[in-house]
């Protein structure tokens, strides 16, 4: 029968979109299986479902109007097909209950609804759409050592869909997100764009998350807020003393002077010539020294008998 659809909305075949939204919100909460254990209501729930299914999808409902429900389920007539095209045939998904949480939105439909006794004073009610944001998406951004020692800017192109001004249709657009990099931040700071992913009916759009992750340097290792620079020394600079030239990552040149015996675990601190520190880009960390002594490989026995005079130790 041409109306059924329309018959079970209880509209006629004239009705608008809006006109079928709300039928369809005045109808399907006064029939939903919790709130009404009358006879037949369960089958009358379904076939709402459906019925909203078809007649709030315009091409659904142009083939619909037209060739009738047969037509929709099977296919147009063979008279009336252009060599052979056709869309798909239309087949119901059977669960009337994700209709209606689509319609109305959240994990609880019933949720803005006025607690009453009747259902049937459920009709009028327009309760508001629950939009679910989606998860976020995490993404990680590779960055130097040399942007995180003197702050800079990152442009990141990213194509996500968008809602139309039609409030129906979605298209692809570009975007592009600009990061201000600040100077001194670490490895795992997270840099939160709100609400910048795929746009959806009935869904907040996600956040994009970038998070911070250091690139390997060829001269320094980052220690919290200090730099580690290593160097590797003879065993007489290591006895008698030496300087070090260390280019720093804001193009400078530290000659620094090493007066002590360097023993395998001696470190020349250096104050103030590290990292910035986030909090306070004008303070810094230091700069730590450490120093890789290269022992030749053999002495002759004249060279250790120099040694043994020199540091005061003869073997027996």
């Known amino acids: 029968m041409i109306n059924g659809y329309y018959d079970t909305l209880e509209i006629n075949r004239n009705a608008t979109d809006a006109e079928i939204k709300q039928a369809y919100r005045r109808l399907a909460p006064k029939f939903h299986p919790s709130r009404n254990s009358q006879p037949g209501s369960v089958e009358r729930f379904a076939q709402l479902g459906e019925a909203y299914d078809v007649l709030s999808d315009a091409r659904k409902k142009a083939i619909y109007d037209h060739f009738g429900e047969e037509g929709l389920k099977d296919g147009a007539p063979a008279e009336f097909c252009t060599d052979g095209a056709w869309t798909p045939k239309y087949a119901y998904h059977g ?11 959240g994990d609880n439909p019933f949720a803005d609804f006025l607690t009453i006794e009747s259902p049937l004073q459920l009709c009028g009610l327009h309760p508001e759409v629950v939009k679910v944001q989606d998860s976020p998406i995490e993404r990680d951004i590779f960055l130097s050592l040399d942007d995180l020692y003197l702050g800079c800017i990152k442009k990141i192109q990213l194509s996500r869909m968008v809602i139309n001004e039609d409030g129906q249709s979605s298209e692809i657009q570009e975007k592009i997100l600009t990061i201000e990099v600040k100077r001194g931040w670490k490895e795992g700071t997270r840099i939160i764009f709100p609400k910048e992913g795929d746009q959806g ?3 907040v ?4 998350v970038f998070t911070v992750r250091q690139k390997s340097h060829p001269l320094f290792v980052r220690r919290n807020n200090d730099l580690i620079y290593k160097t590797q020394i003879s065993l007489m600079m290591a006895l008698t003393g030496f300087s070090v030239n260390v280019p720093t990552l804001d193009g400078r040149l530290l000659n620094i ?6 023993h395998p ?3 020349k601190v250096v104050a103030g010539e590290g990292m910035p520190l986030p909090q306070d880009p004008s303070q810094r960390g230091n700069l730590v020294l450490t120093f890789d002594t290269q022992f030749p490989k053999m002495l002759s026995a004249e060279r250790r008998h120099l040694i ?5 130790t003869t073997h027996d």
């Open 95 to 105: 669960n009337p209950e994700q209709t209606f949480r689509q319609f109305f939105g």
């Open 201 to 203: 009916l009935n869904r």
């Open 205 to 208: 759009p996600a956040d994009i």
């Open 257 to 262: 002077p090493i007066n002590d015996i360097v």
């Open 265 to 267: 675990t001696y470190e």
């Open 308 to 312: 043994q005079k020199v540091l005061g």
